[in-house]
């Protein structure tokens, strides 16, 4: 197999792992991927479905479906498919992030901070924590706590402060 060959097959994930697929789950997840940029959704749900039965619950699968489900806005799914895939692939992190945001969605922001707060440390490191607190907080009407989670998140990672701005959960901060 040439260089080529293996690059076209291995997929990266949120950790950088990369994951040799069979031809036919490559070549599935690039073309979903292709779908999601273009924002034709059900096209890409229908390629990950096109994969094989056995791998389905292959990590990356999981990844792209919970991926699509959070565009069609199809939370309690994609709740569910993150829990299922942290069950699974206890190493892969997205899983958590993806929970808590579908959580927060569906207005459960006390399970979703849990989720968050039950986190690896990898995630305090990149302030994601500290900005989807802030969003939960927000919602809640505690804008001081949420003030002090937004600061939090920006002094980790300074590139929030620009989603900050236009968050809608972050508005009443801002006013």
């Not at 900005?131 to 505690?142: I, Q, S």
């Not at 002094?155 to 972050?170: C, E, F, M, R, V």
């Amino acid at each position: 197999m040439t260089d080529a060959k293996i690059f076209a097959n291995t997929m990266l994930t949120l950790t950088n792992n990369t994951k040799q697929h069979p031809d036919g789950t490559c070549r599935a997840l690039q073309a979903a991927e292709g779908y999601v940029f273009l924002g034709l959704y059900n096209e890409a749900l229908a390629e990950v479905a096109s994969i094989p039965e056995g791998e389905q619950d292959d990590c990356d699968v999981l990844i792209a479906r919970i991926r699509i489900m959070l565009h069609l806005k199809r939370w309690k799914k994609a709740a569910q498919l993150s829990a299922r895939g942290a069950a699974l692939h206890d190493s892969e992190d997205e899983f958590t992030v993806q929970r808590a945001f579908a959580l927060h969605q569906l207005n459960l922001g006390a399970q979703a901070a849990r989720v968050l707060l039950d986190a690896p440390e990898w995630i305090r490191r990149t302030g994601i924590l500290h900005y989807n607190l802030a969003c939960y907080e927000a919602r809640w009407g505690n804008l001081t706590v949420a003030r002090q989670c937004v600061q939090a998140a920006i002094q980790i990672n300074s590139a929030i402060k620009k989603n900050a701005k236009i968050d809608p959960d972050l508005a009443e901060l801002w006013n």
